[in-house]
């Protein structure tokens, strides 16, 4: 992920990540049992997003490739800033993984 993605506070979104291992290959899915995205709240709680919860769709396991959809009533909870990040944790049967995505998001607060 190397553009900012920019979110507009009560907008639907979809955020397409590309997950890779420390040699910066792609990292497979083919073995997710259940995945989590985590997001800062305006009340600085997190807002909890899942693969099993229907948030989360693998699009190619062996590309590390998925899709986390963020409805307008979730982005209007989220915390305005330019210089936002994200957690992605992956469970394989067990076995968890975190992958943090620093400053990567624009979240912006509507205007009308």
Do not use: W
């Not at 963020?70 to 210089?83: P, Q, R, S, V, Y």
């Amino acid at each position: 992920m190397s553009d900012k993605i920019e979110i507009i506070k009560g907008d639907d979104v979809k955020i397409d990540v590309f997950v890779q291992n420390e040699s910066q290959s792609p990292y497979s899915l083919a073995n997710v049992t259940e995945a989590k995205a985590c997001f800062i709240k305006d009340d600085d709680t997190s807002l909890e997003l899942t693969l099993t919860g229907g948030a989360i769709v693998i699009e190619d396991a062996a590309e590390g490739h998925l899709r986390i959809t963020i409805g307008d009533a979730d982005t209007a909870l989220l915390k305005a800033n330019d210089e936002a990040s994200f957690e992605l944790q992956i469970d394989e049967s067990g076995d968890k993984q975190s992958f943090q995505f620093i400053e990567v998001l624009d979240i912006k607060e509507r205007l009308c």
